[in-house]
């Protein structure tokens, strides 16, 4: 199929870019790597009046070290996350995240703030940003924000980004020292999303838990952090039996999640949980 007519802009600055987006209103949409976005307009699931390319605009493609976190550019794409042993070393949960993305094509093509900013629910970088307490630069016409991603990520393909706004850049803290981590996903052929999908850190201080992270992905309209699991583990001496039981409570605590021609919610529910234990018995492994 063919996307309805539109009309194209090729912007250099984020300045430009923005004010695209302020003069074509809400029917906008920003191009960045198009690999959500071109297949939502041949479809004809998506219908801008006008579509602003992104690719050409300055300076939004860099990953570095910033204090004690990662700083990288909206447009940097998901295969230099992939490749870069910065991010390797300074947070290897994102680093796995990334080569669990599609095929080396979608990542050549697919960058890091596309992904966020289509908030896929089953997608790998809004469930480890989530995990990871990542930040969101935003620029809007008037003035530029920071947004933590509890508050970015709102619903189903929905965040908080305005209409005007458009994102640049993703912080991501740096892993606490004594932390072991894991992602554990399901998917039914390699590279496709994922049926469900669980990322977690777990920090251990002394032989106890001291900070747990439990995330899952694919069983709702946006990643789920589940807190109430990760307080079992705060302040506990992690073993097999705990991490068997958290697992079984996931299964039973989450709400029922959406049922589709790929999984019934009762199986996406029990993978939840199975991907769960899996992940918290590497990371507490990745911890020691
Ligand atoms: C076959 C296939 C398999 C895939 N498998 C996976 C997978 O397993 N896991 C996964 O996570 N993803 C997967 N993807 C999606 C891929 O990761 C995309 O790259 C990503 O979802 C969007 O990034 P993009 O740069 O291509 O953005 P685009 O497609 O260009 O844009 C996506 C949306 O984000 C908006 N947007 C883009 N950049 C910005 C910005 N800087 N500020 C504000 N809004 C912005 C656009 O307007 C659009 O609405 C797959 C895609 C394909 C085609």
Redesign the pocket.
Known sequence: MKPVSFEYFAPTSVADAVSLLQEHGPEA????????????LNMRL?RPTAVID?NRVEG?DYVREDGDALAIG??TH?RTVERSELVQRVNPLLHAATR????PQ??N???V???I??A?P????PAVALALDAEMRIVGPNAERLVPAADFFVTYLTTA?EPT????EVRVPALPQGTGWSIQEM?RRH????LAGAAVTLTMDGGACSDARIVLFGVGATPLRVQQAEERLVGERVDATLMSEVGREIKTSIDEPLADIHATSEYRRNLAGVLTERALVEALERAA
């Open positions: 949409k920003l191009l960045a790597g198009g690999q959500s976005l071109v297949p939502l998506a992104v939004l909206a447009m998901q669990l993305i599609g095929h979608i990542r093509r697919g960058t703030g596309g992904s900013a289509h896929d089953a997608a790998e970088y980004l706004e458009m994102l640049t998917t590279g496709d999303f994922a």
